[in-house]
């Protein structure tokens, strides 16, 4: 396959007559073609198609055709079968109405060469920089960021089924690769036991059967990661992807005690955000968040919001659902940086907020604007609150509300890798202050200890705090609010919640290509004057006034 043409055709004559004639309004892919065709020129595409061989559909078509996809929630044969028959889409793809289009497998085969060419996010970038030049794109202003869950595209299993169905991707992909070889070394129960799907079988119901299947399959499993890895086998059977999960997830979950396979200990196993949820999407994870838990991924969207502009989608950040959305910010600060895109003011829920991070932010020039967490350990308020002690950071001294002084000052590194100061008082003026049981009633003897922040991040979380009770700063936060629209958008019209593809990288490319498909649905509505939709009120809440 080689390419002759990278960008999109002229539009014949007698397609755009009909095209105009059936919709003398237009249409969204019309417009698209009209206002934004240059965008889909195809040359930054070229470099994934060779110059020899059977012509290629130009990569100016085929990313055009990806965004009208995921604009309208398409599948590949959908998408193909509107070029056939679609006259908007001939319109904007620059096709003759007698064009036959191309096979739908020709999609999927796009998106593997721009997540092999690392190009995923290259016509979303096009699409901005095409809004920057008409002067609809500004980014030095107001931005604001939310995360949205996304589910995986596989089942939900419990851990049973993990087990078993990681056990049987290893054997099919063992049985495609090596057959023969394969079939002289595995038991006859095993057809049984692995010819299906895990969920399709009775497994057992009591505690003590199921233990007995888990330690059965761990047991299936070990001897074949033994025949895989023994000199007599085929050296490319251990390179396997299949076969490399099955021995991860079964270092993770069994050991070898006096010869037997065992089941590790619950305290011995790692952590969520480190062990598969399915064989056939290695990279999904649990997330939990407000009371959800799902597996899958996090999406991170960042958006302009300028009252005189439109609201346009400058960053995209795809995740893992186990990465917290606080771990994001420093990223995301870098990523705007780097494309020219850092706002002045970046406007954020609390789960984006700490000190070091506001710290970080005013370091680099922007005003991070959130809530802060309410803090909840004992002393979180009244006259000895942490906030009510004076610190002297040149003499390393903190004065409490009484008046008694500390210079006991360690700094130390916390149990979440924070570097922190702990300043601790003597025992001696404590139990001398009246006020010992208000300010530390559990020390047994012992002086009030505070824990601190280093300066900066210390004294950058003291101003929000004061900013908080501002007027000014709560008019300033509430553009935030938008965000949530955007977000809602996204899942409701553009299929935001579930992933179409399996892994990390194919699944950022979706995102990607929904957030080309959005910002060109809102530079379409700038562009026809479209009103932007206000806040919906049920028919209930409409009598709060007469009430």
């Known amino acids: 396959m080689s390419l002759r043409e990278p960008g999109l055709g002229e539009i014949p004559a007698e397609t755009e007559r009909v095209a105009r004639a059936v919709c003398p309004d237009g249409t ?76 739908y497998s020709v999609l999927s085969e796009f998106r593997a060469r721009l997540v092999q060419g690392q190009m995923a996010d290259e016509l979303f970038e096009e699409v901005l920089q095409a809004a920057r030049e008409r002067g609809l794109l500004k980014t030095s202003g107001r931005a604001r960021t939310d995360s949205a869950r996304v589910l995986a595209a596989i089942r939900a299993v419990n851990h049973v089924e993990m087990l078993g169905e990681t056990l049987r991707a290893a054997l099919n992909a063992l049985a495609a690769a090596f057959p023969q070889w394969l079939a002289a070394r595995v038991d006859a129960e095993w057809f049984d036991r692995y010819g299906h799907r895990v969920e399709e079988a009775r497994l057992p119901r009591g505690k003590e059967k199921r233990e007995a299947w888990i330690e059965q399959a761990g047991a299936d499993g070990m001897r074949l990661l033994e025949v895989v890895f023994s000199p007599q086998a085929p050296r490319e059977a251990r ?55 799902w597996t899958g991924y996090l999406v991170q969207l960042t958006e302009t919001c300028e009252p005189d502009a439109p609201n346009l989608i400058t960053h995209v950040a795809t995740t893992d659902a186990s990465v917290n959305d606080l771990k994001m910010i420093d990223a995301i600060h870098a990523d705007l940086r780097a494309h020219g895109q850092l706002p002045a003011v970046h406007l954020v829920d609390a789960n984006y907020i700490d000190a070091q991070g506001l710290a970080d932010a005013e370091q680099a020039g922007i005003k991070l604007v959130g809530p802060v967490n309410k803090n909840t350990t004992t002393q979180s308020s009244g006259k000895f609150a942490t906030d009510a002690f004076a610190v002297d950071w040149e003499n390393k001294r903190v004065t409490c509300p009484n008046g008694r002084v500390a210079d006991s000052w360690y700094p130390r590194v916390s149990s979440h890798g924070i570097p922190v100061i702990r300043v601790r008082f003597p025992a001696a003026d404590c139990r001398a202050c009246p006020d010992v049981n208000a300010c530390a009633p559990s020390k047994a003897g012992r002086g009030r200890e505070i824990m601190l922040r280093e300066r900066a991040a210390h004294e950058a979380m003291q101003r929000n705090r004061a900013d908080q009770q501002d007027p000014e700063w709560r008019s300033l936060y509430q553009h935030r609010q938008g965000i949530e629209a955007t977000v809602s958008q996204g899942v409701r019209a553009f299929g935001l919640r579930r992933s179409r593809y399996r892994g990390h990288p194919r699944t950022r490319l979706q995102h990607l290509f929904t957030a080309t498909a959005m910002n060109l649905a809102l530079l379409d509505a700038w562009i026809t004057g479209t009103p932007r939709a206000g806040t919906r009120i049920s028919r209930f809440e409409r009598l709060r006034p007469a009430v």
């Open 28 to 103: 969204p892919a019309m417009r698209l073609r009209d206002e934004f065709g240059d965008v889909f020129s195809g040359e930054a595409f070229a470099s994934l198609f060779p110059r020899r061989g059977r012509p290629a559909v130009p990569p100016g078509v085929l990313a055009l055709v990806t965004v009208l996809q995921f604009a309208e929630g398409l599948s590949d044969r959908q998408a193909a079968a509107a070029v056939r028959v679609r006259i908007d889409w001939k319109y904007a793809l620059g096709l003759e109405l007698t064009d036959t289009g191309f096979d």
């Open 239 to 293: 390179s396997l992807e299949a076969v490399e999960l099955l021995r991860q997830v079964w270092v993770q979950n069994f050991q070898i005690v006096d010869g037997s396979v065992c089941r590790r200990d619950a305290k011995n196993v790692p952590p969520g955000r480190l062990r598969p949820f399915s064989p056939y999407d290695t990279d999904a994870r649990a997330g939990a968040k407000r009371g959800t838990s």
